[in-house]
């Protein structure tokens, strides 16, 4: 099937024509290099018109997002993971970077988290003294896991499951 492109007016087959589906044969108007030479020219006043839609859409651009991510929940955790495996070492180096030029506004932050909240920081003083008498430290993710970690009126007591 060919089809008369709107711009450069040359008859071309339709797999040179980006698809879409408002229109009456389901193909754009003009064909892919066209399309690609008006977004190589225009492509601040393109940026431009991308940044004021977001900004002017951003609630609803935020709860299709949210929405997308609750619907497809695994698949984004194991694309993060797999993200974060791969490119472990630039985002530590990121993050330590980031970290050592905001050293001030980091620590602001975890103060105003400590007064906030300071039943959490009372559980995590009794939980890291609890753990240094018994001559133990926190465990990872992993072993939490198998351990299951109870609260009874402020004491703390390990057992041991095995599932």
């Not at 070492?89 to 905001?102: A, F, G, H, P």
Request: charge should be positive; proline fraction near 1%.
């Amino acid at each position: 099937m060919e089809k008369k492109c709107s711009k450069c007016l040359i008859i071309k087959d339709v797999i040179e024509f980006n698809k879409k589906t408002k229109s009456s044969d389901g193909y754009r108007s003009e064909c892919k290099s066209c399309q690609k030479e008006y977004c190589d020219k225009n492509k601040e006043k393109i940026n431009l018109q991308r940044l004021k839609y977001r900004k002017d859409n951003k609630e609803q651009l935020n709860l299709k997002r949210k929405e997308y991510y609750l619907s497809h929940k695994n698949e984004e955790k194991e694309r993060n993971i797999k993200r974060y495996n791969d490119n472990k070492s630039e985002i530590l180096e990121r993050q330590k970077t980031y970290n050592d030029i905001n050293r001030d506004k980091r620590n602001l932050l975890a103060k105003n988290y400590r007064s906030k909240n300071p039943h959490i920081m009372g559980w995590r003083y009794i939980l890291n003294n609890s753990l240094k008498r018994l001559g133990k430290s926190k465990e990872s993710k992993v072993a939490k896991s198998s351990n299951v970690l109870l609260f009874n009126k402020g004491t703390i007591s390990f057992i041991h499951s095995t599932f």
